[in-house]
């Protein structure tokens, strides 16, 4: 067996020493924190805590937070809170459906037809360009001052970005898919179940958790004009007596409602999407 030759440099390196692996840095975000969407929430109550017990606060403009705790159990009990609760849930539950329906259907009708982009687009943009809390008055006078008017301006707010990303996101469907299930020969049901959905679900979420948003938004308005029931109301009546407390309740359900129905799409999203590689998960 013939031995290697001497080597003068020194730098030939023996077979059996290990070579040094090159370091990959990691660019990612990391793994989740547990209960991350609660840190910063806590951290908000931890700071009003400690401002309201030194002082810091003035208790008639920011009450403390154990003030609003007892206001809340307070009407809880009385009966009040629980009706307006049940009244806002209704409203929003009633507004998103509609809205989620209308938004749906003509994002698909304008996405996956010329004609129906031509028909449909163009009047949606129109609708978006115009403010949706200015058409209170004009709802006012068509459908009077009742539920129903309430549940189309919540509608509106809720289709607008559900329709604008759905239909951004089966414009965005690359056409390569599109010429691969012609070859293959899938028909327009076929197409739709193994091209459309996956391709346009990532858009769809992204405007669902907007609708959700915009259904709470538009509804603290909404229950301040003309109604005799709902967290705004009881919002709108607490202003009239100077009852800070009970607005800091209102507004906190309201906050509460948008965190818990803005978690619970996430969570349908991760389920649905368990197939993507993301840095969200």
Do not use: C
Request: charged content about 15%.
């Amino acid at each position: 067996m013939d031995h290697l030759p001497p080597d003068p440099a020194g730098t030939q390196k023996s077979p059996a020493e290990p070579v040094a692996r090159r370091r990959v840095r990691k660019l990612g975000p990391g793994r989740r924190l547990p209960a991350s969407r609660l840190i910063g929430p806590l951290l908000v109550l931890a700071v009003w805590a400690i401002a309201s017990a030194t002082g810091q606060l003035d208790p008639g403009a920011i009450p403390a937070p154990w003030t609003v705790v007892r206001t809340g159990a307070r009407l809880w009990t009385d009966g009040t809170l629980s009706t307006d609760v049940t009244t806002s849930l209704r409203r929003a539950a009633v507004g998103f459906t509609i809205g989620l329906t209308a938004g749906v259907v003509l994002a698909l009708a304008a996405g996956l037809s010329r004609t129906g982009d031509a028909v449909i687009d163009g009047t949606v943009q129109l609708n978006r360009a115009i403010p949706t809390l200015g058409l209170i008055p004009l709802f006012i006078l068509w459908l009077g001052i009742g539920e129903t008017f309430k549940y189309a301006i919540i509608a509106i707010v809720v289709y607008v970005p559900i329709y604008l990303n759905l239909h951004s996101a089966l414009s965005g469907i690359d056409k390569r898919f599109v010429e691969l299930a012609e070859v293959v020969g899938l028909s327009r049901l076929q197409f739709v179940r193994e091209v459309v959905i996956p391709g346009a679900l990532p858009g769809f979420f992204v405007g669902l958790r907007l609708g959700v948003t915009g259904s709470w938004l538009s509804l603290v308005v909404l229950e301040q004009i003309n109604a005799t029931s709902g967290l705004g109301y009881m919002m709108f009546q607490a202003q009239n007596y100077g009852q800070t407390d009970v607005i800091i309740v209102g507004l906190l359900i309201y906050g509460i409602f948008g965190l818990v129905s803005d978690s619970g799409v996430r969570l349908i999203e991760r389920r649905v999407l368990s197939w993507r590689r993301t840095l969200a998960n």
